[in-house]
Nanobody, 120 residues
Framework: QVQLVESGGGLVQAGGSLRLSCAASGRFVGFNAMGWYRQAPGKQRELVARIISGGSTNYADSVKGRFTISRDNAKNTVYLQMNSLKPEDTAVYYC??????????????WGQGTQVTVSS
């Protein structure tokens, strides 16, 4: 079992910045991928950014150039630095990890979600 603890959401004015953190703990050997998704009211959950085990990253087109995903392997933590925030970035942001354990691979876990609200 893997536990994810998210932090860093909040209310910010348009043009501002926030940094989200997601710390993972539990029984796992390593990460296949770590990422952030978001879900706005009335919309489907969508990928925001993801970093895979080799270090490659991919971003939603809507956040390219504004958001940066990074990780601290020693702390089992993934970050999302969000700059130049826009009202349309308002959503609940969810951390997602895909892990390897001693007995299984490709296990997927979600954080509880953290609210990001961008005012105009």
């Amino acid at each position: 079992q893997v536990q994810l603890v998210e932090s860093g959401g909040g209310l910010v004015q348009a043009g501002g910045s926030l940094r989200l953190s997601c710390a993972a703990s539990g029984r796992f050997v390593g990460f296949n991928a770590m990422g952030w998704y978001r879900q706005a009211p009335g919309k489907q959950r969508e990928l925001v950014a993801r970093i895979i085990s080799g270090g490659s990253t991919n971003y939603a087109d809507s956040v390219k150039g504004r958001f940066t995903i990074s990780r601290d392997n020693a702390k089992n933590t993934v970050y999302l630095q969000m700059n130049s925030l826009k009202p349309e970035d308002t959503a609940v942001y969810y951390c997602n990890v895909n892990v390897m354990t001693a007995v299984a691979n490709g296990l997927n876990y979600w954080g509880q979600g953290t609210q990001v609200t961008v005012s105009s």
